[in-house]
């Protein structure tokens, strides 16, 4: 017994020293990438010395006296709290993951290198205006400042682990075009049409059109389009489909799935695109609010992440220098992308346009480097490129191009039967190309650089005019009492067909005749309305003389926050932060009639008929809160429901997520209660539209009973609908030390899809959140000190800092921080000041 006592004291001891020296260890490994934020630096280049003062929040506030001196200091500031993030945006831009990952991701990097984001950024450059290529190069200057004193683990936590990964790997300099590259990969998170068009191609090859029309439903004209009633364009029907669109056979279907699974896995990496993120922004006209000036609101809906993609900062030119502008940035991006200067506010949600098509080329099959145009047999464009890969060789892979754009096809193929649907003669060999607005030079940095300096509307619509890639719907707000919207972006004009379906790349027919020329694009100045919003719905009726888009957000939330403001006096900062916090579930509006008048003899139908009644009545009816039982339960209702109508028909990748689009099928199949998609196809019944409410509703009491508890009174949304911030790369390694270090949560949410909370989940996979409001801004033009803003995370990218995880609980509740302008309220919320000096 002595023995095994005196064993067990020594096995103690060990773990006690171990768990010490382990701690202490990594305390020095992870405190060391901990920035100064006081006392001063010298940096060789800088004109003058500069500023930073921190708040409590660990926002800087830089203040310069030189445009050069200011951007160093913005891309010194990014380098201190981001580097990592930075530096893991600009290798998914460059197609450069196997660099830092491994073999894992090669097959990402060759998409990524097929679309040429690297090549493209080396041109947009140089053809930049001298100002944009100036401060690009001083951002650029600031940045590598900073790496020239820090490196490995002084640098970010998340370099140990690729050196404890044996993967050797030192960050280059930093380099305008790593900006630029990024950029493009912004366009890519905020484009949606590509993925529908590939859908509605691969579901054509085993349903007739009309069924595969039925998932994908027009816009409802009773909703409100972005353009308000008053505007000649805003009052009208919606835009129908081309019912002359091409139509995609099983053969098409087959080449198409490969690619799909391929930006899946890409997705993965860099958030799941579309319009379903969405966001929300509005501005109400001084004549409806408490101050008599403007007051605007944005809270862009993006990827569930962690670190936030956002980074609140101040720019302030104590000299000369054009500036003086506050907001959110992205870390790698000189300039504010939305916020406010000294007279102007603006936000901005997706435009959504179809700006992506695909085409199906024919290949010659005497000579695989060629492919046809209007009856020529043309070269393709190809350039080879090396993809570093730790731990291993390089890998060269060539990039094949037409006309229209890369191939994304994974191989080349007989097409044996295109299939009478198509409408087009059938190739020998085929490919399929991309072409995207995005995929040409563009002006966006310089588009960002001159809104933070606009002064007055006509200003801010010449810089919104740059803004090629990436459209955005702007709503803008000035210290005049001027309100505004302004859609921007290339938006293609066709020859034929409205985008929706891949068309053939040879005859020439469906080809790109130009751009929907700026002065042309949707805009309202002052409108009767007293206000102006937007939420990733149509914009324009189909009156509107140039096609923007099919595929978008179906209104709920727009229709919920035009009904808000419509009527509403005296609105003030306390009105527009609870309207960003709303979670009234419009899609519950329209299926909860049907569920409660549904026959039953089945008591457990009845009682959650009772519990559904019960949260359809009173001030709190169908708020998707947190704390409220018939919320969890018509979560749960409603998946079963898309479950039951649509997994035995449709292939697994393309099972219901259950955003606006399903919202509006299901809207549409209530009104048909034969239609062939209630049926299941497994069983040996008919199944109609009642028969797959009630078992949704038997089989939503079953769950959350199994998950929840057995007394429906004690059930919680919020234990449920859960937000956990992950790391994109180590908080995803599924190994659980790494995760438990990066990854913070789970938080319990209110909210979620296609509600203007936008707390958004995934009705495929579980009630988790997927997509969130990725910040929250109000702007007082009246008194810009009086603004305020979070966002889901906070500004460091540093585990363990104190400002990693410490807006999260804000957040939650959207109790927004002080967003401070006056440099006196600044300094009196001082946590540090920081002076860059020659």
């Known amino acids: 017994m002595r023995a095994l006592g005196r064993t067990l004291f020594r096995l103690i001891t060990f773990l006690l020293i171990t768990g010490l020296v382990v701690g202490v260890i990594g305390f020095y490994f992870v405190r060391r990438s901990f920035p100064v ?24 506030h830089i203040y310069a006296s030189t445009t050069h001196d200011l951007f160093v200091a913005q891309g010194y500031v ?21 660099e830092l990952f491994g073999s894992s991701q ?43 004193d820090h490196s490995g683990t002084k640098l970010s936590f998340e370099y140990a682990t690729l050196v404890l990964q044996k993967r050797g790997y030192e960050p280059e300099p930093w380099d305008p075009v790593d900006t630029l590259s990024w950029a493009r990969m912004m366009a890519w998170d905020l484009g949606a049409n590509m993925g529908s068009e590939i859908e509605r191609a691969i579901l054509a090859g085993s349903l007739p059109r009309s069924r595969v029309d039925e998932l994908f439903p027009p ?29 995609a056979g099983f053969e098409l279907a ?15 990496v860099v958030g799941e695109p579309g319009a379903e993120i969405g966001s929300n922004n509005w501005v109400v006209a001084g004549s409806k609010t408490s101050t008599g000036l403007p007051i605007l609101a944005n809270d862009p809906h993006l990827s569930i992440q962690m670190p936030s993609i956002w980074y609140e900062v101040g720019l302030h030119c104590n000299g000369q220098c054009p500036f003086d502008v506050a907001g959110f940035s992205f870390a790698g991006v000189p300039g504010v992308i939305i916020g406010h200067n000294d007279r102007i506010a603006w936000g901005v949600t997706n435009l959504a346009a179809d700006t992506q098509d695909l085409y199906v080329e024919r290949i010659n099959p005497d000579n695989p480097d060629q492919y046809e145009f209007k009856g020529d047999w043309v070269d393709l464009e190809i350039r080879t490129e090396t993809i570093e890969i730790a731990g291993t060789n390089p890998r060269q892979i060539e ?68 803004w090629d890639i990436a459209g955005q719907n702007f709503v803008y707000g000035d210290i005049d009492g001027n309100i505004g919207y302004q859609s921007s972006g290339l938006v293609p004009i066709r020859s034929s067909s409205d985008g929706r379906w891949p068309s053939s790349g040879w005859d020439g027919s469906t080809e790109w005749t130009g751009f929907v020329p700026f002065e042309s694009m949707p805009t309202v100045f002052n409108p009767p309305e007293g206000f102006l919003h937007s939420a990733n719905q149509h914009v324009v ?118 955003g606006s689009r399903w919202s509006e099928v299901i809207v549409d199949l209530l009104e048909q209660p034969g239609n062939k998609w209630w049926d299941i196809a497994s069983t040996s019944d008919v199944e109609r539209r009642d028969d797959i409410l ?19 009174a004690g059930w919680r949304w919020g234990e449920l609908h859960t937000a956990t911030f992950r790391n994109a790369t180590f908080g995803e390694s599924g190994f659980a030390p790494l995760e438990w270090l990066f990854n913070r949560g789970p938080y319990e949410v209110d909210g979620g899809s296609s509600i203007v909370n936008a707390t958004s989940w995934d009705a495929s996979e579980s009630y988790e959140v997927v997509a969130v409001p990725s910040m929250r801004m109000i702007i007082d033009l009246s008194n810009f000190e009086r603004s305020r803003s979070v966002h889901p995370t906070g500004q460091s990218g540093h585990i363990y800092h104190d400002h990693y995880i410490d807006m999260a609980e804000s957040w939650v509740v959207n109790d927004l921080h002080p967003m401070h302008w006056e440099h006196a309220a600044i300094a009196a919320d001082a946590e540090g000041t920081l002076v860059l000096k020659p």
């Open 37 to 60: 934020v006081d006392g001063e630096v010298r940096l060789s280049g800088l004109d003058a010395p500069v500023e930073i003062i921190r708040d409590t929040n660990g926002i800087p």
């Open 78 to 98: 990014h380098a201190q709290d981001r580097f990592w993030q930075m530096d893991f945006w600009r290798h998914i831009g460059q197609g450069r993951l196997a």
């Open 106 to 148: 090669v097959d990402n990097d060759i998409f990524l290198r097929s679309l040429g984001f690297t090549g493209l950024s080396d041109v947009e450059f140089q053809q930049l205006d001298d100002e944009s290529k100036a401060i690009l190069e001083a951002y650029s200057e600031g940045v590598n400042a900073y790496l020239a």
């Open 219 to 247: 816009y409802p004209s009773d909703r409100p389009f972005i353009l308000p009633q008053s505007s000649p364009y805003g009052g009208g029907p919606a835009v129908g489909a081309d019912p002359t669109a091409m139509v």
């Open 254 to 268: 087959a080449l198409l799935s490969p690619t799909a699974d391929r930006i899946a896995a890409l997705n993965k």
């Open 399 to 466: 990039v094949r191009s037409t006309r229209h754009g890369p191939i994304i096809s994974d191989r080349y193929g007989p097409l044996d039967d295109f299939g009478a649907e198509a409408g087009i003669e059938v190739p020998i060999n085929y490919a399929v190309t991309l072409q995207w607005t995005a995929l040409e030079p563009g002006r966006l940095v310089r588009s960002v650089l001159g809104v933070n300096q606009a002064g007055d509307w006509d200003e801010f619509r010449t810089a919104v005019g740059m």
């Open 541 to 658: 009726d189909s009156s509107f003389p140039y096609f923007l888009a099919f595929d978008l957000a179906y209104g709920y939330r727009g229709d919920r926050i035009v009904d808000v403001l419509d009527g509403a006096v005296d609105i003030d900062f306390a009105f527009i932060a609870e309207l960003q916090r709303d979670s009234r579930n419009l899609n519950a509006e329209l299926v909860v009639p049907a569920l409660l008048s549904l026959a039953t003899d089945k008591p457990v139908v009845g009682d959650a008929q009772h519990l559904l009644r019960d949260w359809a009545r009173g001030e709190d009816a169908f708020q998707q809160r947190a704390d409220l039982p018939g919320a969890a339960l018509y979560a749960s209702v409603w998946r079963h429901i898309l479950r039951l109508t649509f997994h035995d028909e449709l292939p697994e990748r393309f099972w219901p997520a259950g």
């Open 694 to 712: 009630e078992l949704s509703l038997l089989a939503a009491m079953a769950e959350l009973s199994d998950e929840l508890g057995d007394d429906p």
